[in-house]
T-cell receptor
Framework: KQEVTQIPAALSVPEGENLVLNCSFT??????LQWFRQDPGKGLTSLLL???SQREQTSGRLNASLDKSSGRSTLYIAASQPGDSATYLC???????????WGAGTKLIIKP | NAGVTQTPKFQVLKTGQSMTLQCAQD?????MYWYRQDPGMGLRLIYY???????DKGEVPNGYNVSRLNKREFSLRLESAAPSQTSVYFC????????????FGPGTRLTVT
C-alpha cells in the first residue's frame, strides 16, 4: 500500500532564508507527484506537478525534485517571504485511475 | 471561468440527518473526485467518477453515496450523518492528457453534532 510521509510536520524560519520541504513515498511505481499549497480555511492550490519521467520542475522561486528510486521528492523555496506561510502538501498519483495519495503536510511559518 | 465550485461552504448537522454536497466544474473535465480532510491527516479519497455515468469507491466510502448527474456535476450524499463524518470535504476534477493535474474546489466544512 502506497504511503506518503512529510517531515517535518511544522517548520518556522526567518524571512529571506532558503528552505527545503521533504516528501517520501513507499512505492516507487508512481505516475506523477504533485505539490500543493493550502492556506487556512481555504482550498488547495497546485504549485508544481512532476511527471514520473522528469527529475524536477521549476516555477518562480519554487523548485521541486523527484527521485523515484529512493522514493523522495523535495520542494525548494528560495528567498522565503511571509506570504509563503501556508501548509504544503505533496501527493502521488498511484495508478491509471489517477487517484491521489496524500501526505499530511508541512505547516510553514515565515517570520518577518 | 469559475473552475470547481462547491456548495455549501459550511454546514452543521445533527446525528442522523442527511444532506447532499454539491460540486460543479466548468472545465469540461471527464474525471471528478470527492475527498475528505481531517486534522493532521492527508486528504483521503471517498469516491471518484472517471467519466459521466460511472462512479467508483475510494479509500473511505462507507457512509457516503455519490451521483454523477452529468459531465459538470458530481454530488456527495450523507444519508445518516455521524460525528465521525465531521470533516472538510473537497471536490476535484482532472484535466485530460499526460499531466493528470487535479483542480480543487474551495471545500465544505461539515460539523456533525
Amino acid at each position: 500500500k502506497q504511503e506518503v510521509t512529510q517531515i517535518p510536520a511544522a517548520l518556522s524560519v526567518p524571512e529571506g532564508e532558503n528552505l527545503v520541504l521533504n516528501c517520501s513515498f513507499t512505492d516507487s511505481a508512481i505516475y506523477n507527484l504533485q505539490w500543493f499549497r493550502q492556506d487556512p480555511g481555504k482550498g488547495l492550490t497546485s504549485l508544481l506537478l512532476i511527471q514520473s519521467s522528469q527529475r524536477e520542475q521549476t516555477s518562480g522561486r519554487l523548485n521541486a525534485s523527484l527521485d523515484k528510486s529512493s522514493g523522495r521528492s523535495t520542494l525548494y523555496i528560495a528567498a522565503s517571504q511571509p506570504g509563503d506561510s501556508a501548509t504544503y502538501l505533496c501527493a502521488v498519483i498511484k495508478d491509471s485511475n489517477y487517484q491521489l495519495i496524500w501526505g499530511a503536510g508541512t505547516k510553514l511559518i515565515i517570520k518577518p | 471561468n469559475a473552475g470547481v465550485t462547491q456548495t455549501p461552504k459550511f454546514q452543521v448537522l445533527k446525528t442522523g440527518q442527511s444532506m447532499t454536497l454539491q460540486c460543479a466544474q466548468d472545465m469540461n473535465h471527464n474525471s471528478m473526485y470527492w475527498y475528505r480532510q481531517d486534522p493532521g491527516m492527508g486528504l483521503r479519497l471517498i469516491y471518484y467518477s472517471a467519466s459521466e455515468g460511472t462512479t467508483d469507491k475510494g479509500e473511505v466510502p462507507n457512509g457516503y453515496n455519490v451521483s454523477r448527474l452529468n459531465k459538470r456535476e458530481f454530488s456527495l450524499r450523507l444519508e445518516s450523518a455521524a460525528p465521525s463524518q465531521t470533516s472538510v470535504y473537497f471536490c476535484a476534477s482532472r484535466e485530460q492528457g499526460i499531466t493528470y493535474e487535479q483542480y480543487f474546489g474551495p471545500g465544505t466544512r461539515l460539523t456533525v453534532t
